[in-house]
């Protein structure tokens, strides 16, 4: 008893010790208002309300609707789209938005903003107090600046079904962990949606395994399932890396064991300021309890940073950051073929889609039954403009489970206008562009750069949250040599020096595409 104790006052400490720093850095930068303006949000709420409020805002991050709409918009346009499945689950940190959001931003655009989910949970490990069992807000709905989210009603039916569950608020007043995932879901989201809010409280496996048992059932393509958790706290810049990927990985692997045993040597390895390899280890334990029994289902890492990358970080004590997604496994195809009337019709809709959003008009729906199944698979794609024979945009978005005609007619207009090398297309400029599509098969994990095959095959190279990719044309436009190709993606693309694509963490993914121009059917 103790034991627990002392652990829960260092956890305690350490997160006063991040708050601090949090509300010292939002105070140079003009992100937190002054707390007579805040309505009492920041440091409490009235909790004899029904509605839990927004106790972080202003704190963790703004408490302006509109700056702190502003900011996740810088966040999520710097996010990339990288996974080649649908998210069942993510692991996302809960830090202070100028340290973790970005990371945060880039793990929730992996999900499709028009996506319509039946109940989202949101688990996250107690940061102020101690009990046993799990918590879930049942008094009413979240606020934030952004406006109200609605606590599902399973929540009650959870609480009276599972004696692990109880509906106590205290668990819920000063917890940060659950609130600061609400806005960023608040603005992907496009639909409305509802949340299960759970708190886990205590340091016991088998509480972790009764949640588990409780939630299983619910972990299905309907529902989404967000674990908040940062990683390592507060060893220096070198040694939070070192474990945070030891982490990552045993968490990859699928094995609740491996998580364990990780977690176990990283915290008695004699780490200098270690406090603990990942403080929401409790729910993360919950979720691979739940998935490790599940064949088709596999682990992604998509982004890690930690706060030494922050610019209101040092790196002698720093806390990391990781997204990470589980996914169903996906099917290799090898034999995905596009008819040349498949093809017609896909150049036909990037047209439209460009032309009808620069005229500032909504398509009317498809009736999906006139489309082909190929065009109704899960496919990426990248859209090239050319004008007279000049790049004039290229956007693309590797994997999706929206249905590949919606990504060609998405990316079609991201290229005509969010291509950050090119101005805007203009409508009256259409007669001139030349519209290219590369439809990409999915992507495959290779072992060796000798196995990559250029001019055939595209080439995505990953390191850590940095990425890029050449696709296959450009090997027979350039013709560069392979270890040029892997040279300049590794430099001009992925951002990580030249023999980047050489260093162990680096992995190496290959992909086909089937490309086609409107000039070859005459149009």
Same mark, same amino acid.
């Given at each position: ?206 509480? !972790? +395994?009764?949640?588990?048992? %409780?939630? *299983?059932?619910?972990? /299905?393509?309907?529902?989404? #399932? ?15 890396? !070192? +474990?945070?990927?030891?982490? %990552?990985? *045993?968490?990859?692997? /699928?094995?609740?064991?491996? #998580? ?112 082909s199944s190929s065009l109704m698979s899960s496919a990426g794609a990248f859209v ?134 409107e000039k070859v059917f005459g149009m």
């Open positions: 008893m103790l034991l627990i104790s002392v652990n829960l006052v260092v956890a305690l400490f350490v997160e006063f010790q991040m708050i601090c720093r949090i509300v010292f850095a939002l105070l140079i930068t003009k992100l937190i208002v002054m707390a007579t303006s805040c309505s009492g949000q920041v440091g409490g709420g009235d909790f004899s309300q029904r509605d839990r409020p927004a106790v972080v805002a202003g704190a963790f991050y703004p408490a302006s609707e509109q700056q702190l709409r502003n900011e996740i918009k810088e966040y999520f346009d710097k996010s990339d789209k990288v996974l080649n499945s649908k998210p069942l689950a993510l692991i996302v940190p809960h830090a202070g938005y100028v340290f973790s959001a970005g990371v945060a931003a880039n793990a929730y655009c992996q999900l499709d903003r028009d996506a319509k989910f039946k109940h989202i949970f949101i688990i996250g490990s107690s940061h102020t107090m101690y009990f046993n069992g799990a918590s879930i807000y049942t008094e009413g709905d979240f606020i934030t600046p952004l406006g109200q989210v609605k606590v599902d009603s399973l929540a009650k039916e959870l609480v009276q079904k599972y004696s692990i569950f109880n509906d106590d608020v205290k668990p819920h007043e000063r917890e940060h962990s659950l609130e600061v995932q609400l806005p960023l879901l608040q603005y992907w989201l496009k639909n409305e949606f509802s949340i299960i809010p759970i708190i886990v409280g205590g340091e016991s496996q088998s509480t !972790s +395994s009764l949640l588990a048992e %409780a939630l *299983a059932p619910y972990f /299905n393509e309907d529902n989404l #399932f967000v674990v908040s958790s940062d990683f390592s706290h507060y060893p220096s810049y070198a040694n939070a890396v !070192s +474990s945070d990927d030891d982490m %990552a990985n *045993a968490i990859v692997s /699928n094995s609740a064991v491996q #998580f364990l045993k990780a977690k176990v040597k990283l915290e008695n390895s004699g780490i200098d300021d270690l406090a603990t390899a990942m403080c929401g280890w409790t729910s993360g334990l919950a979720l691979l309890k739940i998935t490790e029994t599940l064949k088709d289902v596999e682990y992604k890492t998509i982004m890690y940073r930690n706060s030494g990358d922050s610019p209101y970080g040092d790196k002698e004590r720093v806390v990391g950051y990781w997204a990470i997604a589980a996914v169903k496994k996906q099917p290799v195809v090898d034999d995905f073929i596009l008819s040349d009337e498949d093809k017609l019709q896909l150049l036909n809709l990037a047209r439209n889609a460009i032309i009808s959003h620069l005229k500032g008009k909504n398509q009317p729906p498809l009736d999906e039954t006139q489309i090239t403009l050319r004008n007279n024979g000049q790049l004039r945009g290229c956007i693309g978005n590797f994997s999706t489970s929206t249905p590949l005609y919606k990504v060609v007619m998405s990316m079609a207009i991201a290229a005509a206008t969010e291509d950050y090398r090119f101005g805007k297309v203009s409508l009256n400029e259409m007669d001139e562009i030349t519209i290219e599509i590369s439809v990409l098969t999915p992507m495959r994990k290779i072992n060796s750069a000798e196995e990559f095959i250029p001019g055939k095959q595209g080439i995505y190279i990953k390191k850590g949250w940095r990425s890029g990719t050449f696709l296959p044309q450009v090997g027979v436009e350039t013709g560069w040599s392979r270890d040029e190709l892997l040279g300049h993606c590794a430099r001009d693309k992925a951002f990580i020096g030249w023999d980047g694509w050489k260093d162990s963490d680096a992995e190496l993914f290959v992909y086909e595409a089937i490309v086609f121009e």
